[in-house]
């Protein structure tokens, strides 16, 4: 099947997309095989799609990789798929929701390593991403479609407006980029807004975090209120007196003005480590 021919396969089987899925197709056949060559994928790979959609990339991802294990919540797309994924062999499609998928079911599904890939609704990319990122499971690496302003706040940089606890969340299990814009016209129907490609490769030994709650807690009050010091963020997030917050960012070697959106990642750790010295409840 080619992708271009997407489009009569939606509207012969009577599909009606459904606005509260953020239902967007990509049927650009070279696009979706750059996607592809952007994650990495190689025929050793056995690869988790997330958004099964209309097909198309899963059929592109099939082309590539060993096995594809393609998970969609909307079983009305399932005549479509049956057209669109028509002789492709070595993809599964699984109706059912991973982000309600426990660790240990999805790895009894898919086996112990894999590369994620993913074309998303928009409304749960954070959400998704992170629940591969954190997880316990041996995942090579995500890749994915998301929403441009999303793509930013993944791969910023310290003093930035889009430096968040977003971007220390992914740095800290692995190293993002942006492989591609994609313009909102390469969807079918289309979007409001542009989207970006990033590969995220996880590498979760890059620090030495023992307590990964703890580290999660002091990057959330440190940009609780962007506008306020990081001492006064720390007095309130660790219910800490002025002197007592003023000492923790001297002994990480942290000027008593700073805010959270300067820190670079090693500092975050060395804040961290400090904070985790101290009684905190």
């Known amino acids: ?4 021919g997407i489009k009569d396969i939606i509207r012969g089987v009577d599909f009606h997309f459904n606005k509260a899925l953020g239902q967007n197709f ?3 056949a070279n696009l979706l095989d750059a996607i592809v060559a952007d994650s990495g994928i190689n025929c050793d790979d056995t690869v988790v799609e997330i958004g099964t959609g209309a097909g198309t990339l899963t059929r592109a991802i099939a ?13 009305n797309l399932q005549p479509v798929l049956a057209l669109s994924l028509q002789g492709v062999d070595n993809a599964e499609v699984i109706f059912r929701d991973v ?3 426990k660790d240990d079911e999805l790895k009894s599904v898919v086996g112990d390593s894999f590369k994620v890939v993913a074309n998303l609704p928009y409304y749960i990319t954070t959400p998704l991403a992170m629940r591969f990122i954190e997880s316990s499971l041996d995942v090579k690496s995500v890749t994915i479609m998301v929403q441009k302003e999303v793509a930013l706040r993944f791969v910023a940089k310290p003093n930035t407006a889009d430096y968040s606890a ?20 390469m969807f079918f129907p289309a979007p409001n807004v542009d989207s970006a490609v990033v590969r995220i490769d996880i590498d979760r030994t890059k620090y030495d975090i023992a307590d990964h709650a703890l580290f999660r807690r002091t990057v959330k009050a440190a940009f609780a209120m962007r506008r ?11 219910s800490l007196s002025r002197a007592d917050a003023e000492n923790v960012l001297a002994r990480a070697d942290l000027a008593v003005g700073c805010r959270g959106e300067e820190l670079s ?3 975050f750790v060395a804040l961290y480590k400090v904070l985790a010295e101290v009684t905190v409840n």
């Open 166 to 185: 977003i971007t220390l969340a992914i740095e800290m299990a692995g190293d993002a980029k942006i492989t591609r814009n994609v313009s909102r016209n």
């Open 63 to 75: 082309k590539v990789a060993k096995k594809v294990y393609s998970f969609e919540v909307d079983r």
């Open 265 to 267: 990642t090693e500092q």
């Open 228 to 238: 306020k010091t990081l001492v006064n963020n720390l007095m309130v997030g660790f």
């Open 26 to 28: 990509i049927t650009d």
């Open 1 to 4: 099947m080619e992708n271009n």
């Open 99 to 101: 982000l309600k998928m």
